[in-house]
Nanobody, 118 residues
């Protein structure tokens, strides 16, 4: 089993920034081989994909609503993946989840709340 623990969420004003981190531990065969990503779920909505970073460090973002404002990165020496979120908007309010893919298994963290409000 791989455990994922997110941190860095909180309350921020519109236009502000937050940096989310996700630490992986447990039965990691090779962190270099794992694709990792971020999803979010707003109240009353389905969970949606935000960003992915592959084992080759290619990055992908969901759409124009986050591209240019959010940056995903990873540090394989620390088994972490981060999401830098800038110019936050109220519609970014959601629980943010980290996920990791190892082989055919997908692992999820417990989520961290991000609230953008004045």
């Amino acid at each position: 089993q791989v455990q994922l623990v997110e941190s860095g969420g909180g309350l921020v004003q519109p236009g502000g920034s937050l940096r989310l981190s996700c630490a992986a531990s447990g039965s990691i065969v090779s962190i270099d081989a794992m694709g990792m990503g971020w999803y979010r779920q707003a109240p009353g909505k389905q969970r949606e994909w935000v960003a992915t970073i592959t084992n080759a460090n290619s990055v992908y973002y969901a759409d124009s609503s986050v591209k240019g404002r959010f940056t995903i990165s990873r540090d394989n020496t620390k088994n972490t993946v981060s999401l830098q979120m800038n110019s936050l908007k109220p519609e970014d309010t959601a629980v943010y989840y980290c996920n990791a893919v190892q082989g055919s298994t997908v692992y999820w963290g417990q989520g961290t709340q991000v609230t953008v409000s004045s």
